[in-house]
């Protein structure tokens, strides 16, 4: 089955005579995460070509940092040399990584040719703690500092481009992509066509009661893959995502280059798996069960026992992990505060325990909550159904 490598090299219609769909915006949204050389005209407001951009080697120093490097620069090769891709011009780039901040950003614009609009691409997270700890801080802050950065980025786009704006990312990135919509003026959410969000986790309950939240909604067009998890972290149901076939097991199905294309569409399946819809129904419950104090607790917390590793990046926390630097964060947490300790330990045990048994039940007593608990009943039974229907299909080979 194709990926994104095999549509962009079977792409040769140009974006006049077929507009951008979601597989282009996977697509840019991936190239929103290279690594851009200091003095690259793509970090100027004039840009260059993707074909100037990646069509004459270099390729591996701005792809080895990432995840995927080898199929990132496959890519890149094939973006160049395509009739689609090739003319669109990169422009705007702009990074920033601040520890002091918990910050971590990136962003990048491509212009379609021949007026057809402009494409607003943010980075997802990279591969540092910073990164990830950012991404927590959405669970009880209202704005995180990558989150205001992406809204004024958004409104420069606008200002300095005319015509139709798309906007999108992957991962955190997709998040990005909703918020700054969310937050963009009347105007200039007018103009935006589409906000793509590919596996992105959606935004926190602060967010959905903002008066702008139903327009923005309506131009989400949000993919997730069959056994998504960080997609379905905060969506409520004023989204309804499409899911995509992976080739890829269990949470390896967030990498794009495992999300298979059929046409120029991706391969789209009835549904999430019922392991993939309860493992996000009950992480959500767990969520709600904190109130944003408690969440940036346990986060703080967290990212303490991290810290203790010496770790900088997440593959070298994981690789120190399995080289024994966890009884350095159980030390930490041992000469931690008791209180901090207790709330720490309780925390996760509760997470856990969602997670595999599902959480507490609880009597529904007012009138709400006893819509709720039938809605949440005939939500389980359909994600049973759509799974079992989903296996006979594999099956039968449809």
């Given at each position: 089955m194709a990926n994104i490598i095999d549509y962009v090299r079977e792409s040769t219609d140009s974006f006049t005579d077929r507009a951008l769909n979601r597989v282009d915006s996977l697509v840019f949204s991936w190239l929103a995460y290279i690594r851009y050389p200091e003095d690259s005209p793509v970090r100027t407001s004039q840009g260059q070509t993707l074909y100037e951009t990646f069509g004459f080697g270099g390729l591996t120093g701005m792809t080895a940092p990432l995840h995927d490097p080898r199929e990132t620069e496959e890519l890149c090769k094939a973006v160049a040399a395509s009739p689609r891709f090739k003319d669109v011009v990169a422009c705007l780039h702009y990074e920033k990584s601040s520890k002091v901040e918990e910050q971590q950003f990136g962003a990048i614009l491509f212009q379609l040719p021949d007026g057809c609009g402009t494409y607003v691409a943010y980075r997802g997270t990279d591969n540092t703690l910073i990164g990830w700890k950012e991404d927590f801080n959405m669970a009880f802050a209202t704005a995180v500092p990558a989150q205001s950065t992406?809204?004024?980025?958004?409104?420069?786009?606008?200002e300095q481009h005319e015509g139709p704006l798309y906007v999108g990312g992957h991962s955190k990135g997709g998040n990005l992509a909703v918020y700054a919509v969310l937050k963009a003026d009347d105007f200039t959410r007018l103009r935006v066509e589409k906000c793509f969000?590919?596996?992105?986790?959606?935004?926190?309950?602060?967010?959905m009661l903002d008066p702008a939240w139903p327009s923005t909604a309506a131009l989400v067009d949000k993919t997730i893959p069959e056994e998504s998890i960080i997609g379905l972290i905060f969506e409520g149901r004023e989204i309804t995502p499409v899911i995509v076939r992976s080739t890829n097991p269990g949470l390896l199905q967030h990498?794009?280059?495992?999300?298979?294309?059929?046409?120029?569409?991706?391969?789209i399946q009835r549904a999430v798996s019922y392991d993939s819809y309860k493992t996000g129904k009950r992480l959500n419950a767990w969520l709600k069960t904190m109130d944003e104090a408690g969440r940036e607790r346990f986060v703080t917390i967290l990212y303490k026992l991290a810290e203790s590793t010496g770790e900088v990046t997440f593959s070298g926390l994981t690789d120190s992990v399995k080289n024994g630097s966890l009884s350095l964060m159980l030390q930490k947490l041992d000469n931690m505060d008791d209180a901090d300790r207790k709330f720490f330990m309780d925390a996760l045990s509760d997470l856990v325990a969602t997670i595999l048994l599902g959480p507490a039940p609880k009597k529904a007593e007012t009138a709400a909550e006893k819509v709720a608990a039938a809605g949440d009943k005939i939500d389980?039974?359909?994600a049973r159904f759509n799974d079992r229907l989903a296996e006979i299909e594999r099956l039968a080979g449809l």
């Open positions: 992406a809204a004024a980025y958004l409104l420069l786009a606008a969000s590919h596996d992105g986790p959606g935004l926190n309950e602060a967010c990498a794009p280059f495992s999300w298979e294309i059929e046409g120029r569409d991706f391969d389980d039974a359909t």
